[in-house]
């Protein structure tokens, strides 16, 4: 080959590799431009730059008209949320005084020399409104969780004292039904809002002690691993067919075989929301006439 075939074949690849490299710059470049515009999206602050007829500029203009649609909407969900937050307010305010008065009115009936049929007529209206009371505060609960008015608090801490004070508060009723409440454990400490938890925790206790038989027994114990923390309610009730299990943790779901029980089917629903508020979640384990067991799950991190 002669010297100018070699001098043909440097020129080549050198103008190749000129090639390349100005490719791989205008790609560096191009990338460090959407990013640069991407960054200020993410803090609000984008603005068109260029008006000529590329493509990078019909980027910038889509991309300023979807983040001021995304302003809008999001202006317009702050909105919706507001209204929620009112009506949530007003109906709690506005049912409070006449809920608190039927129940008063009620109660000094059931104290007045009455005939025995107009005495279960009263204590029929008192049972009501308990239940209209239960009802309003677990959907004014969920409804503040769902549409963020109300938000959950996590903290590190020890289950025990929340464990404690739920156990507690529901052993007159479980003695009462001639039901053994045990604390079997409670040693183990997780990231969760501690009033929140032990709403859910009491939710699962209120469906145990009611749907277990006299005689028979809830048990609450905890069990840590690595990175979740589990609660058990077990109970020696009816327990739960497998078909309804995904069920029961549906807003307003009662089993037809305990219709006739008091609830109205909002409980494990809200324990749910609680549970997965705060990173964790809740699993049914039953088996029918075996009883059930409620665990639910908090992250220790």
Same mark, same amino acid.
């Given at each position: 080959m002669t010297a100018i075939g070699y001098i043909v074949i440097a020129a080549a690849v050198l103008a190749a590799a000129? %090639?390349?490299?100005?490719?791989?710059?205008?790609?560096? /470049?191009?990338?460090? !431009?959407?990013?640069t515009m991407l960054e200020k999206a993410i803090t609000r602050g $984008?603005?068109?730059?260029? *008006?000529?007829?590329?493509?990078?500029?019909? %980027?910038?203009?889509?991309?300023? !008209? *979807?983040?001021?649609?995304?302003?809008?909407?999001?202006r317009n969900l702050q909105a919706e949320k507001d209204k929620i937050k009112t009506l949530i307010a007003d109906v709690s305010h506005q049912t409070k005084t006449p809920l608190s008065n039927v129940l008063l009115y009620a109660q000094l009936l059931s104290e007045q020399p009455l005939p025995e049929e107009n005495r279960a007529?009263?204590?029929?209206?008192? #049972?009501?409104?308990?239940?209209?009371?239960?009802? +309003?505060?677990?959907?004014?609960k969920t409804s503040r969780l769902e549409s963020g008015v109300l938000a959950l608090h996590p903290q590190p801490a020890s289950l025990a004292p929340m464990l404690e004070e739920a156990v507690a508060q $529901?052993?007159?009723?479980?003695?009462?039904? @001639?039901?053994?409440?045990?604390?079997?454990?409670?040693? #183990? &400490? =997780?990231? $969760? &809002?501690?009033k929140w938890t032990a709403e859910a925790v009491c939710n699962l206790l209120d469906n145990a002690v009611k749907y277990t038989p006299a005689g028979g027994t809830v048990t609450v114990q905890t069990h840590c691993y690595e990175l979740f923390c589990r609660i058990d309610v077990s109970d020696t009730g009816p327990g739960i067919p497998?078909?309804?299990?995904? @069920?029961? $943790?549906? /807003?307003?779901?009662?089993?037809?075989?305990?219709?006739?029980?008091? =609830? %109205?089917? +909002? #409980?494990? *629903?809200?324990? !749910?929301?609680?549970?997965?508020g705060q990173g964790g979640y809740i699993k049914v384990f039953s088996k029918p #006439?075996? =009883?059930?067991?409620?665990?639910? *799950?908090?992250p220790r991190s």
């Open positions: 000129v %090639v390349v490299i100005w490719d791989r710059w205008r790609t560096r /470049r191009l990338l460090k !431009r959407l990013d $984008f603005t068109e730059e260029d *008006y000529d007829e590329s493509l990078l500029s019909a %980027v910038e203009s889509k991309l300023a !008209r *979807y983040l001021a649609s995304s302003t809008v909407s999001a007529c009263v204590m029929a209206l008192e #049972g009501q409104a308990v239940k209209l009371q239960s009802l +309003i505060e677990a959907l004014v $529901f052993a007159p009723k479980a003695a009462e039904k @001639k039901i053994t409440l045990t604390l079997a454990s409670s040693e #183990g &400490d =997780g990231v $969760f &809002d501690s497998e078909e309804e299990q995904a @069920k029961v $943790f549906q /807003r307003f779901y009662r089993s037809p075989a305990n219709h006739q029980a008091q =609830g %109205v089917g +909002i #409980g494990l *629903y809200l324990a !749910r929301q609680i549970a997965e #006439g075996k =009883g059930a067991k409620f665990s639910l *799950y908090l």
